[in-house]
């Protein structure tokens, strides 16, 4: 009873210094509109070439690591605040079609649907808890290897969120780490 009490004090202390360590932003990213998300949705899905760490890892800029640390705190941001079309519009539309590849495109019901904040969704309570490596995979592809934690799920998730440079803009092309899982 002891251990549990001990266990529950150390995982409910963490979850505050959390929330205290990354204070949730405002989220501003605009909603990404039918037509854009739709147009990432028709694109050919193909996998993500650079789900490989290599052991050489180019370092960034300051000003480019915060603005990769600012863009992960508008995924956390948007996805607290019920926001899922500001969400995808973090996203690199080559992400949307793996992401959307079953479901297809989105017809005006659906978008309208999606447009209504959901806050206390699924999503509510996630939080990057913590950014361990930042770093430069090639021209225009960075990776960020972070420790987020979901209200739902008992222990942090280790990610690396690959981010693309393009249209003067940083997007999510992909997020590996996310599920593990054994099938018997």
């Known amino acids: 009873m002891i251990r549990i009490a001990l266990l529950a004090a150390v995982l409910f202390?963490?979850?505050?210094?959390?929330?205290?360590?990354?204070?949730?932003a405002r989220c501003t990213?605009?909603?990404?509109?039918?037509?854009?998300?739709?147009?990432?949705?028709?694109?050919?899905?193909?996998?993500?070439?650079?789900?490989?760490?290599?052991?050489g890892r180019t370092p960034v800029?300051?000003?480019?690591?915060?603005?990769?640390?600012?863009?992960?705190?508008?995924?956390?941001a948007c996805a607290n605040a019920g926001e899922p079309l500001r969400v995808w519009s973090l996203y690199a539309p080559s992400y949307l079609a793996r992401l959307f590849q079953v479901q297809g495109p989105f017809d005006e019901a659906t978008?309208?649907?999606?447009?209504?904040?959901?806050?206390?969704?699924t999503g509510r309570g996630a939080r990057i808890a913590s950014i361990d490596a930042v770093w430069k995979v090639r021209d225009g592809l960075y990776a960020v290897e972070a420790i987020k934690r979901y209200p739902s799920v008992p222990m942090p998730k280790r990610l690396i969120f690959w981010i693309e440079a393009a249209?003067?803009?940083?997007?999510?092309?992909?997020?590996t780490g996310e599920i593990s899982f054994s099938v018997p």
């Open 61 to 76: 800029d300051e000003a480019t690591a915060t603005q990769l640390r600012n863009l992960l705190g508008q995924l956390d």
């Open 111 to 121: 978008y309208g649907a999606y447009a209504t904040p959901q806050p206390g969704g």
């Open 13 to 24: 202390g963490s979850l505050l210094v959390v929330d205290r360590a990354q204070p949730v």
């Open 167 to 175: 249209d003067g803009r940083y997007q999510i092309a992909e997020i």
């Open 29 to 55: 990213a605009p909603p990404i509109t039918r037509a854009a998300l739709n147009a990432a949705i028709a694109l050919p899905v193909t996998p993500f070439p650079e789900n490989e760490i290599s052991p």
